[in-house]
C-alpha cells in the first residue's frame, strides 16, 4: 500500500529520503471496525488522527438527537484542537461510518520528530493551519448559506459522501429534517430538468 501520510505531506514539500523514511518508521496504523467510536463526548484527545481509508462522522447530542457537524475520510485529517491546546473534554463524538484505517500521532512523537527534523514543526503548522481554515470555511458556509446551497455545494465538492452517509446523516449535517433534504433533492432534480 503507498504510504499516503508520505504523499500528503510532499504534496506541501519536497520530503527528503531521510525524512520520509522516518515518517513511514514512526507511522502507527490502527484499523477500526465500522460503528467504532474513535473519541466520546467528555474524553480529552490529545492525539491527532489522518485517515488512510474510510469515513468518520463528527456529531454532538443536542437534546438527545445527533447533530452532524463533520465528515472525514481519507487524506484529511481529524485534529481536536482544544484537546491538544487545552487539555479540555470533547464536545462531540467521532464515529466510523465504514471500515477505516487511520495513522495517530502524538505531541511526544511530534517533539521527537521536530528535533530530529526541525521542519516537520513547520509542515505541522501547515496542516494545522489548513484543518482551521476548513472549519472555518464549515461554520462560515452554515451561517451564510441556506441548506439548498449547503447540499449543492458538498455536491460539487465532496460527490463521494452521497454514496457512503446515509440520508439521515446528510440531512443533520445540512442542519434540516430529513424530509426537508428529500424536498430539497426533489426541487434540485426538477431544476435540471
Not at 161 to 185: C, D, N, T, W
Request: aromatic share 10%; hydrophobic share 35%; net charge neutral.
Amino acid at each position: 500500500m503507498e504510504n499516503k501520510i508520505v504523499k500528503y505531506f510532499s504534496q506541501i514539500t519536497s520530503l527528503s529520503q531521510d525524512e520520509a523514511s522516518v515518517l513511514e518508521e514512526g507511522m502507527v496504523v490502527t484499523h477500526l471496525k465500522k460503528d467504532t467510536f474513535l473519541i466520546r463526548d467528555g474524553q480529552i484527545s490529545i492525539d491527532t488522527y489522518f485517515i488512510i481509508e474510510g469515513c468518520l462522522r463528527q456529531y454532538c447530542l443536542i437534546d438527545g438527537e445527533e447533530k452532524t457537524t463533520n465528515f472525514f475520510t481519507e487524506g484529511q485529517w481529524v485534529i481536536s484542537l482544544t484537546g491538544l491546546t487545552q487539555n479540555t473534554p470533547s464536545f462531540h463524538n467521532l464515529v466510523c461510518m465504514e471500515e477505516t484505517s487511520l495513522v495517530i500521532g502524538n505531541e511526544q512523537k511530534a517533539q521527537e520528530l521536530f528535533k530530529k527534523f526541525p521542519r516537520f514543526e513547520t509542515l505541522a503548522r501547515v496542516v494545522v493551519e489548513k484543518s482551521f481554515a476548513e472549519q472555518q470555511q464549515l461554520m462560515t458556509a452554515y451561517h451564510t448559506d441556506t441548506p439548498e446551497e449547503r447540499y449543492l455545494k458538498l455536491q460539487r465538492s465532496r460527490p463521494d459522501l452521497f454514496q457512503r452517509v446515509s440520508q439521515y446523516h446528510m440531512a443533520s449535517y445540512i442542519g434540516v429534517k430529513p424530509e426537508s433534504l428529500s424536498r430539497i433533492r426533489k426541487r434540485i432534480a426538477k431544476n435540471k430538468l
